[in-house]
């Protein structure tokens, strides 16, 4: 059974910094394609950033420049280091996994992805 745990939110405020992490419990993480997507009140869910088994990354128009996505195999663990924060990335951030659907190129889109954590929330007062 996969579990995806994310930790690291917190309240910050505007061009402030925060890393997410998420600490996956699976056998062959790195056959693995990951993600971060978030989810605002009163907003559907959107992806953030991306990253394949080969370590390529993607990244939603709107955190270019200002998140980056890694992760550590040797740990199972995937993270989203955040910098100069704003008001509108307040929300709660989800990782998500996917082996099945996971092959030489990223996934990027909600329902290519099987297995999510419970989210970790993310606050930014301006």
């Known amino acids: 059974q996969v579990q995806l745990v994310e930790s690291g939110g917190g309240s910050v405020q505007a061009g402030g910094s925060l890393r997410l992490s998420c600490a996956a419990s699976?056998?062959?993480?790195?056959?693995?394609?990951m993600g971060w997507f978030r989810q605002a009140p009163g907003k559907e869910r959107e992806g953030v950033a991306w990253?394949?088994?080969?370590?390529?990354?993607g990244y939603a128009d709107s955190v270019k420049g200002r998140f980056t996505v890694w992760r550590d195999n040797a740990k199972n663990t995937l993270y989203l280091q955040m910098n100069n924060l704003k008001a509108e990335d307040t929300a709660t951030y989800y990782c998500?996994?996917?082996?099945?659907?996971?092959?030489?190129?990223?996934?990027?889109?909600?329902?290519?992805?099987?297995?999510w954590g419970q989210g970790t929330q993310v606050t930014v007062s301006s």
């Open positions: 998500a996994a996917e082996i099945y659907r996971c092959r030489w190129y990223l996934l990027r889109e909600q329902a290519d992805f099987a297995y």
């Open positions: 699976v056998y062959t993480y790195t056959r693995y394609c």
């Open positions: 990253i394949g088994r080969d370590e390529d990354t």
